[in-house]
Structure formats: C-alpha cells, structure tokens
C-alpha cells in the first residue's frame, strides 16, 4: 500500500484499534492530527500529501486525506516520515529536533510519548510502498 494512500489510512486504524496496547497506552487520548508529508520533488516525491485521523478515548474513529482543522498538524519533508516509520529516528525526537513541525499543543503531544512509540510500531507492520527514492526502504508484508 502506498504510504498514506486511502487504503493505508483504513489498514492504520484496524490495526491500530486492533492493538490492546497501543489502545491501553493512549486510553485518554482524545484528539484529531493532520500529518502532511511535504514533496521532495528531486527524490521522486512530486507531490505532498496530506492525510489524517481522529482518535477518541485512544481509538481511531476516522481517517481522510486531504486537509482539515485538527488539534494537531504535524509536518515535515517526506523522508523524515520515511525515517521514522523504518526506525531511523524516533517519532518524539524527529518533533523535538523539529524535523517534524507541530501546529498544537507540542508538550501534550510529547506527554503521549509511550502511545506514539507503539502506534509507529503498529505502523512497520503494515506493507508500505514509499514513492520515488525511498522505494529501497519499503516495508513487505507480514
């Protein structure tokens, strides 16, 4: 599946509301996040992509593309997600070197550090195909 494609947004959250620990960590979690994954045109990323999800009581009830008013909008060139989602960089350190951009409340969403670490680990199980150079990092199925 493309990363954030509309397919992979619905395999995000069945496999996130399937997770007991994911949903144990971010039980009181209750928040929407826009994530925009900016083009990198020269690395074979022509366009950005935005998608995003809401969560309520750590479930996500909701997932689109495209952009609309959330609690959190998180932003950053396309590797950097890439790097993220293959462990090169940790979800919490990429946003406190501001690698990623935070439009919110940045110490709530570091507060939800435990759940954010599981729920990218929950995502490197979904098959994941990343556009242009970043193909040499997909991520095959299970």
């Known amino acids: 599946m493309k990363l954030c494609s509309i397919e992979y947004m619905e395999e995000v959250k069945q496999r996130t509301n399937a997770d007991a620990e994911y949903r144990r960590l971010a039980k009181t979690d209750t928040d929407s996040y826009t994530m ?3 083009a990198e045109p020269e690395k074979g990323v022509p366009e950005t992509i935005v998608a995003g999800y809401d969560l309520v009581n750590g479930e ?17 060139p396309y590797g950097v997600w890439v790097d993220v989602l293959r462990g090169a960089i940790s979800p919490n350190k990429a946003l406190t070197m501001r690698k990623l951009k935070v439009s919110g409340n940045i110490l709530r969403l570091l507060k ?14 979904i098959p994941t195909e990343f556009a242009g150079d970043y193909a040499k990092y997909n991520i095959p199925g299970a």
Not at 65 to 74: C, E, H, V
Not at 112 to 125: H, K, N, P, Q, Y
Request: net charge positive; glycine share 8%.
């Open 60 to 76: 996500i009830t909701e997932v689109w593309l495209g952009q609309r008013k959330t609690s959190f909008t998180l932003s950053g």
């Open 36 to 38: 925009i994954l900016i």
């Open 112 to 125: 939800g550090a435990d759940s954010t670490i599981r729920w990218v680990e929950v995502l490197r199980t």
